[in-house]
């Protein structure tokens, strides 16, 4: 249990999921990030009079597999509310939520600290709702703020987890877990710089032993994972001093000021009450059958601590790689493609996580967009199996793949650089260099065996590095100690 001079943090995430429809939960507006502003809107995401919103199914089955995939339960019947609130980018001043009868409830997310410990956060509910607009601040100086109004009816889940959450350093894992869960299911971007994935979070801390919560506050506007980290410690160091200092701390919501490293008021803390929620009067109640959550159930991926799980006993690979390889599905795939013409599953491992994804990286790139097909990965590795080339030749043409896009046998030939394990030619050119260094010769056959290294490399440079290490290896000993 993390502890900070005798008090215990209490910390519950609220996350803020936008799903990956095409269209806006309520209309067919685009729901698309990056278009020139207030193109992407109608009378209905407005919320013009006489407007009628339309409940966009596929944002429904989103919700749903999320609900499904972390164990929780499919409402057959939820409902949709009004929550009242004035902010400029909502222009119609109310938001479409849920309130009492969410679409989802329960559920709960393991996760893994960096120690290897494993944890595990509850969820409350996971409702559906509409987004609002963004305002656009000029620079300092100007008085005046612009409205983009294409955000408005974009579809989220909201995750809202139970208070299980005791450091910084568990909610930055669980947030980590959470948006590789999205992504794994396609329902989410999972882009905290686009403001696809958005958390807000309630702190509060408590004498340890004490079982009765502190006061909280909700903490928001944070944009990062490393971001809440910080900000979650900056909360919890400053309710510890004001309590140590004989203060009280008051329920309100904060804004996390990134460039001030602190959290600023926004406003004393509102109640649900407060926002005078009423079931939405234009949109029926969800009704979902049981034959529709079977459909959507069948339909889900199989989830990355399962996923890793078997690649561990199918590919005898160890825990450590297999979580490295499932830490997207798009890579997962990638692994399994691989292993479909390659039967070696660590060479296979260790191949992607050093080459491949150091150069993916280096590139600023990803696995989804990489040009590189696994069926050429699995090609080379295979070369390198049955001794062809080596593997640091296989490390040149990996080179030459990348920037030519050619097939790594067509390299090969190409460039001469087929691997040479013909003894009798090897024989030849270590005996040219047992006479270009005859005293180093004397040395080892007198004792100095570290001198091996030395002819390894002389036999590696003369062949241009084509030698068969193993060969050359056999040879040497039998050549030097014969």
Not at 204 to 211: C, L, M, N, T
Not at 367 to 390: F, M, N, Q, R, Y
Request: with cysteine; net charge neutral.
């Amino acid at each position: 249990m993390a502890e900070y001079n005798g008090f215990e943090p209490v910390i519950g995430l609220e996350v803020h999921a936008q799903l990956l429809t095409e269209t806006k939960v309520f209309c067919g507006c685009k729901s698309a990030y990056g278009a020139s502003p207030n193109t992407y809107t109608c009378p209905i995401c407005l919320g013009l009079p006489g407007s009628l919103p339309v409940l966009n199914k596929k944002a429904a089955e989103y919700a749903m597999k999320m609900i499904l995939a972390v164990g929780g339960k499919v409402s057959n019947r939820s409902v949709f509310a009004r929550k009242n609130y004035f902010y400029p980018d909502l222009p119609k001043g109310y938001q479409i939520s849920q309130f009492d009868k969410p679409i989802g409830e329960g559920g709960s997310i393991p996760y893994r600290l960096d120690s290897g410990e494993e944890k595990l956060c509850r969820l409350i509910r996971i409702h559906l709702e509409e987004d609002a607009g963004k305002l656009l601040h000029p620079e300092a100086g100007e008085n005046y703020s612009r409205v983009d109004l294409n955000r408005c009816g974009a579809p989220l889940i909201e995750i809202v987890t139970e208070a299980d959450i005791r450091s910084p350093e568990e909610a930055y894992a669980y947030l980590v877990t959470l948006r590789q869960l999205v992504q794994y299911l396609e329902v989410c971007s999972g882009d905290m710089e686009k403001g696809h994935l958005r958390c807000d979070a309630n702190v509060s801390v408590r004498p340890v032993g004490q079982k009765k919560f502190g006061t909280r506050t909700e903490v928001k506007n944070m944009n990062s994972f490393k971001g809440v980290e910080r900000a979650i410690t900056y909360e919890i160091n400053r309710q510890i001093a004001l309590i140590q200092s004989g203060g009280e701390v008051i329920q309100a919501t904060l804004l996390w000021n990134e460039a001030k490293q602190a959290a600023e008021m926004m406003r004393t803390k509102e109640e649900s009450h407060d926002y005078r929620y009423f079931p939405e009067p234009d949109l029926v109640n969800l009704v979902i059958s049981d034959s529709w959550i079977h459909s959507v159930r069948d339909s889900l991926p199989e989830l990355p601590k399962a996923r890793a799980t078997r690649f561990v006993t199918q590919y005898g690979i160890r825990e450590y790689d297999a979580q490295v390889l499932t830490a997207t599905r798009a890579l997962a795939k990638y692994y399994e493609k691989v292993m479909e013409s390659f039967g070696d599953g660590i060479a296979a491992s260790n191949w992607i996580q050093t080459e491949l994804l150091g150069v993916i990286n280096q590139q600023k790139k990803d696995i989804a967009t990489c040009t590189i097909e696994p069926e050429i990965i699995a090609d080379l590795l295979t070369l390198v199996k049955s001794g062809k080339i080596s593997g640091k030749i296989a490390k040149t043409v990996f080179k030459e793949m990348n920037i030519s896009g050619k097939s790594p046998a067509s390299i090969i030939q190409k460039k001469v650089l087929e691997q040479i394990s013909d003894e009798s030619l090897l024989e030849e050119v270590i005996t040219e260099i047992f006479d270009k260094n005859q005293a180093n010769v004397t040395s080892y056959r007198a004792g100095k065996t570290a001198l091996f290294g030395f002819f390894v490399g002389q036999t590696m440079k003369a062949t241009g590095g084509r030698a068969n290490p193993n060969v050359v290896s056999t040879l040497l000993k039998k050549m030097l100690e014969g």
